[in-house]
Every structure is written in C-alpha cells, then in structure tokens.
C-alpha cells in the first residue's frame, strides 16, 4: 500500500516500552526515507526519528538515547519500527510514520493514520 500503516501503540507506565511498527509496500522506483513524527492535540506535528535512503538514523533530542529506529526491508514490504523505552509522560502523543518518495524531481510524502501512545505517571 502506498499509504503506511502504523501500529504498536497503546498505553504504559512511565519506564515502561513500546514497539511502534509502520508498513509499506516497497516502490523501488523512489528513493525512500521513511520517518516518526508525533503531535499532542493542539499543538504542531514534531520530528521523533527517521531513517533515510542511505540507511541513515537521525533521532530528536529527546528520543536520542531512550529510542531506537531499525528498518525491515525485505520481500516487498518496508518496515520501520520504533523501540522506545524509558519512556515519559510527556511522550505521550499520536505517532505517524511517514514516507516520503524521491523521484525526480520531486519529493512526495504519505502519512499513515497514527497510533496512539500514552504514557502515565
């Protein structure tokens, strides 16, 4: 599917950890980079962690540390996963994955649904 699909979420414990998991199906005719990002009501969409074309992890300074970003690429399916631990209260948010497809000359991005993460205290 073009659009990704997000799952994983669910609500734990402040030190608690969740997998986030988002799939896609593989287009090998873009260069693809493929991100977490998560937004609190009201307020902007932010940057948690991604992973680009190259193979390349980049992390916020918050997840630096307490989150982790691997990839499955295999078969026809693209699998980005987040391993958060020691996560926070104010973790707390809808997590989207996006992807986002390099063909020149432009870029386009697809945005899955979200999953929610809550973390209490």
């Known amino acids: 599917q073009v659009q990704p699909v997000e799952s994983g979420g669910g609500s734990v414990q402040a030190g608690g950890s969740l997998r986030l998991s988002c799939t896609a199906s593989?287009?090998?005719?873009?260069?693809?980079?493929m991100t977490w990002y998560r937004q609190v009501p009201g307020t902007e969409r932010e940057f948690v962690s991604g992973?680009?074309?190259?193979?390349?992890?980049?992390?916020s300074d918050s997840a630096q540390g307490r989150f982790t970003v691997s990839q499955d690429n295999a078969g026809n399916t693209l699998t980005l996963y987040l391993q958060m631990n020691s996560l926070r209260p104010e973790d707390t948010a809808m997590y989207y994955c996006?992807?986002?497809?390099?063909?020149?000359?432009?870029?386009?991005?697809?945005w899955g649904q979200g999953t929610q993460v809550t973390v209490s205290s």
């Open positions: 992973i680009d074309s190259d193979g390349r992890t980049r992390y």
């Open positions: 996006s992807r986002e497809c390099y063909r020149y000359p432009r870029w386009s991005t697809f």
């Open positions: 593989k287009d090998t005719t873009c260069k693809t980079d």
